[in-house]
């Protein structure tokens, strides 16, 4: 499992850098897009445990929630700079009710601090976790990103 993430984050990084180096999508945009990428990968490997996909690997289950809280320390203001949103999912409701989106991220942030406390001790954790942290992801992408 272990091996997998490690591919798939040095995958991600050379396809980014690849990206990058056309000059096509702007820096803020791209780190964004693996931010996303990897918080998909880590609620995959989260979600694959909580409904019997894949065997329930503590450490995997811990490597996984670590991942979210690593995106959690991300500043947003970084990635969502002024100017960042043409060609992109994004609304304008990101910079128009900066309060609102800053809510939203603090809500990640408590699923994933959640997720570092408890997805090592047991499949049970799982559900209540993804819950937390999907919840903000529906959440946020209902307010903030266009369909």
């Not at 990206?19 to 918080?39: I, N």
């Not at 997720?115 to 049970?124: H, I, N, P, S």
Request: charged share 15%; glycine share 12%.
């Amino acid at each position: 499992m272990k091996r997998v993430i490690a591919a798939a984050a040095i995958l991600s990084t050379f396809a980014g850098s690849i990206a990058l180096a056309q000059g096509k999508v702007p820096f803020p945009v791209k780190a964004r897009q693996g931010q996303m990428a990897t918080m998909a990968m880590s609620l995959g490997v989260l979600g694959g445990m909580a409904q019997g996909k894949t065997e329930y690997d503590a450490a995997a289950a811990q490597a996984a929630a670590n991942s979210l809280a690593g995106i959690a320390m991300i500043d947003p203001d970084i990635l969502w700079q002024d100017g960042t949103a043409e060609g992109t999912a994004s609304l304008p409701a990101i910079w128009d009710d900066a309060d609102a989106f800053a809510a939203e991220w603090a809500k990640f942030v408590a699923g994933a601090e959640k997720a570092v406390a408890e997805a090592g001790t047991g499949k049970d954790a799982l559900g209540p976790i993804l819950g937390a942290v999907g919840g903000t992801c529906k959440s946020c992408h209902t307010s903030f990103r266009a369909k």
